[in-house]
């Protein structure tokens, strides 16, 4: 049985933006000059915490929100190319920086006993949300992998504020820019509200709108 993976981005992400400094066309879109490193590593052991990026020269020109099939690959495959993607709600835009990978025959995986009331989700198709409460406390996110049938699903674990401080910092309760705002699965989740977004897609089609939750680059 193999063990879960995680994924680590190594470069540094960039600084956010002040609220401040947004306008309601820049606030909708991403620049292509965000940050394309993809450089990654698999690190079981939990991470240090990000220093916060010190660059802020960021413009938001458009966004691309990526197609389903983005989704729909393995796992393992997945994680590391969701490394610097984007997660966007509201007026928060968020960097992946750190990720796990579960597949069906992982012994944390949730879909490891087959289909049930809770774990349903995960064995739709890639590019869906699996959102579950943990310990009674905290939601996770998780991004659905593979094709339909699966069982598999990618954790996202940490991230890096882009904008949308303000609040970011209103749903964390803290007024603080250091990076420990989220570096945890339960923090990123809370800061997206996405607690009832279970089985939406992270991608938009011509008939059917996201749960809010966009999964761009």
Known sequence: MKRTQRFKRVSKPKKPIPDSELDEDSAANLSTQLLKSKSTRINPKRPKILSLPTSTSLTFDHMTILPREFFQIDALDLAPRLLGKFLKR?????QITEVEAYRPN???????????ARTA??????????????????????VVAD????GAAVLIRSCAPISGMDTIQERRGKKTEKPDLLNGPGKVSSNLSSTFHTQH?????????????????
């Open 90 to 94: 509201d007026n928060v835009v968020l």
């Open 106 to 116: 992982d012994s944390a995986c949730h879909g490891r006993f087959g289909i049930t």
């Open 121 to 142: 989700p995960v064995f739709g198709p890639g590019g869906h949300a699996y959102v579950y409460l943990c310990y009674g406390l905290h939601t996770m996110l998780n």
């Open 147 to 150: 094709k339909e049938g699966n």
């Open 201 to 217: 897609t992270f991608y938009w089609t011509a008939s059917k709108q996201t749960c809010g939750i966009a999964m761009i680059q």
